[in-house]
């Protein structure tokens, strides 16, 4: 019973043999986070989470926002690398979306990355040290008593983070990139177009996750009635919550491009051509008609059902920063 109720479902074994023939899945490559100031954000996850600044750059909206339909200003951009994943901080300049309430735990839409750590860093602590807010009750990481000790946090931005203190890590590194997570009022729809988008099913699903008041104090939420589901993408978990209790919101739009928070998954293929021919009977949202080119990658978004921003994008030759060089998740 604890794999199934377990909340550290990223540490279930599965294998990806349920990845479509012609699937070219290279993984989550990274996730990006609208900030309030990118300096302070970037010493934040440097010291926090232990993720290595690769470049800063200055960047107009791009070409593939402005054949999208996505009306963004000017911004800097940094890098952030981790063992097996990237994170990406945006600062727009002039942002319109400073005055946004903070998105609750139940959602909708991205809610929080989730950081897995070895006890002994204390990742929580690197955490609060860095500004950071404890949201799990008592201020103190919660043992649900199979070798993991969970808590949430908000960054200074008010950025929702889950970290998982694991007694014995199944990697070497000092963090690694655990799970993106999205809450839906549809977890049923969301799922199936994840499956097809993701030419995989989910590796885990539970579908009643109630009367549990260890994880009620990791969310700090009374009598949480949950739905979930997990994909195993390659080198990282995402993750599907449904909020029953607290229910999570229908959105009313889709989420702000320059919202303080999380702003979208970019997620690595081997075979951008490939994968459209693929998901091409799905009636799926595509913001443009065609990828869009640059000197470095294919790329395309689009938006899932609830309206969240999605990019999948291919290298156009072999790249440093692919997924290819990074590690896996192989337990």
């Given amino acids: 019973m604890k794999k199934t109720w377990g909340f550290i479902y990223c540490l279930i074994l599965f294998s990806l043999s349920g990845l479509a023939q012609n699937n070219t899945l290279k993984g989550i490559h990274h996730v990006s986070i609208v900030v309030n100031n990118l300096d302070s954000a970037l010493i934040f996850y440097q010291k926090t989470a232990d993720l290595k600044p690769l470049k800063t750059t200055q960047s107009s909206p791009t070409l593939l926002e402005k054949k999208s339909g996505i009306k963004a200003p000017a911004r800097q951009i940094a890098l952030l690398q981790g063992s097996n994943a990237m994170l990406e901080l945006v600062e727009f300049a002039n942002p319109n979306s400073t005055d946004q309430p903070i998105k609750p735990i139940q959602g909708p839409g991205f809610t929080h990355f989730c950081y897995q750590a070895p006890q002994n860093y204390a990742m929580y602590a690197q955490a609060q040290a860095q500004g950071a807010t404890i949201i799990s009750r008592n201020g103190m990481p919660v043992d649900r008593g199979f070798g993991v000790q969970y ?13 998982e203190q694991l007694e014995k890590p199944k990697f070497a ?9 999205i809450a839906t009022p549809d977890i049923d729809r969301l799922v199936d177009f994840y499956t097809q988008l993701l030419g995989v099913k989910p590796h885990s699903r539970a579908d009643n996750i109630q009367n549990n008041p260890k994880l009620d104090a990791i969310a700090n939420i009374d009598s949480l009635q949950l739905r979930g589901a997990w994909f195993k993408t390659g080198n990282m978990i995402l993750e599907i919550w449904q909020f029953n209790h607290p229910r999570t919101p229908s959105p009313s739009q889709n989420p702000s491009f320059t919202q303080i928070g999380y702003q979208q998954i970019a997620i690595e293929v081997g075979n951008l051509s490939q994968e459209l021919a693929r998901i091409k009977n799905y009636n799926f949202n595509l913001l443009s008609a065609k990828p869009v080119k640059t000197a470095t990658e294919r790329s395309i978004f689009l938006r899932d059902p609830d309206g969240n921003l999605l990019q999948l994008f291919q290298f156009n030759t072999e790249n440093s920063l692919s997924l290819d060089k990074f590690k896996k998740l192989t337990w």
């Fill in 173 to 181: 590194d000092k963090v690694w990139l655990g799970h993106i997570a």
């Fill in 151 to 163: 808590v949430y946090i908000r960054d200074p931005d008010g950025i929702l983070l889950e970290v």
